[in-house]
């Protein structure tokens, strides 16, 4: 156990649909990072929140946005969803922002748009 | 062509055997990461390189990062069914950016 919790588990909804991931940090991590994961891409990099703010973004499409609330939970919302959206979310935290500290993943969020 | 090429894309091996998994980045490494993945679920970090020529061991796992190549190898001797799964390398650019991943090496054993 990575001590990151996401939720859902799973979400199932339509193409069109607006839906929200939810990513509670380690205790005392205050960044928190954004991956999608699908079969052709791979594992990509959508964007980071340290302390509240945005600090860097990566693939993410204009559809998507994210924020970290004062608590550092996170959440990534995605909107008019298409069938290409179909993947695994997952988040992970680290204690500070930068490349030195140690990624913990969460278990994910499997999205399957229909 | 990929940021982070890993290879092989997949290995079968019989159990008890070793192997060797290798990642090579076209870019320069200020970090590497090596993470486990069963198939659908999240990813365990198993090992994080920053030093050129640094070697770490977790059980039966082994991982040096050789700087100059710009290159990672992940070695597992005496391989077991728990060993299989995916294992996906990440490299750190040495800014705020999320890690790079390479496309994974699929490791199936066999009894």
Same mark, same amino acid.
């Given at each position: 156990?990575?001590?990151?919790?996401?939720?859902?588990?799973?979400?199932?909804t339509?193409t069109?649909q607006?839906?929200?991931?939810?990513?509670?940090?380690?205790?005392?991590?205050?960044?928190?990072?954004?991956?999608?994961?699908?079969?052709? %891409?791979?594992?990509?990099? $959508?964007?980071?929140?340290? #302390?509240?703010?945005?600090?860097?973004? +990566?693939?993410?499409?204009?559809? @998507?946005?994210? %924020?970290?609330?004062?608590? $550092?939970?996170?959440?990534? #919302?995605l909107?008019s969803l298409e069938? +290409?959206d179909?993947?695994?979310? @997952?988040?992970?935290?680290?204690?500070?922002?930068?490349?030195?500290?140690?990624?913990?993943?969460?278990?994910?969020?499997?999205?399957?748009v229909? | 062509?990929?940021?982070?090429?890993?290879?092989?894309?997949?290995?079968?091996?019989?159990?008890?055997?070793?192997?060797?998994?290798?990642?090579?980045?076209?870019?320069?490494?200020?970090?590497?990461?090596?993470?486990?993945?069963?198939?659908?679920?999240?990813?365990?970090?198993?090992?994080?390189?920053?030093?050129?020529?640094?070697?770490?061991?977790?059980?039966?796992?082994?991982?040096?990062?050789?700087?100059?190549?710009?290159?990672?190898?992940?070695?597992?001797?005496?391989?077991?069914?728990?060993?299989?799964?995916?294992?996906?390398?990440?490299?750190?650019?040495?800014?705020?950016?999320?890690?790079?991943?390479?496309?994974?090496?699929?490791?199936?054993?066999?009894?």
């Amino acid at each position: 156990d990575s001590g990151v919790t996401q939720t859902p588990k799973h979400l199932i909804t339509a193409t069109g649909q607006r839906v929200t991931l939810r990513c509670s940090p380690r205790s005392g991590d205050l960044s928190v990072y954004w991956y999608q994961q699908s079969l052709d %891409q791979g594992l990509q990099f $959508l964007i980071q929140y340290y #302390n509240g703010e945005e600090r860097a973004k +990566g693939n993410i499409l204009e559809r @998507f946005s994210a %924020q970290q609330f004062p608590d $550092l939970h996170s959440e990534l #919302n995605l909107s008019s969803l298409e069938l +290409g959206d179909s993947a695994l979310y @997952f988040c992970a935290s680290t204690l500070l922002s930068g490349g030195t500290d140690t990624q913990y993943f969460g278990p994910g969020t499997r999205l399957t748009v229909l | 062509s990929q940021e982070l090429e890993q290879s092989p894309q997949s290995l079968i091996v019989q159990e008890g055997k070793n192997l060797t998994i290798n990642c090579t980045s076209s870019k320069t490494l200020y970090g590497l990461y090596w993470y486990k993945q069963k198939y659908g679920e999240g990813l365990i970090f198993l090992m994080m390189l920053q030093k050129g020529g640094e070697e770490k061991s977790h059980e039966k796992i082994t991982a040096k990062l050789d700087e100059k190549k710009q290159q990672s190898s992940l070695h597992i001797t005496a391989s077991q069914p728990s060993h299989a799964g995916t294992y996906l390398c990440g490299a750190d650019r040495g800014g705020a950016d999320g890690l790079t991943f390479g496309k994974g090496t699929h490791l199936i054993i066999q009894p």
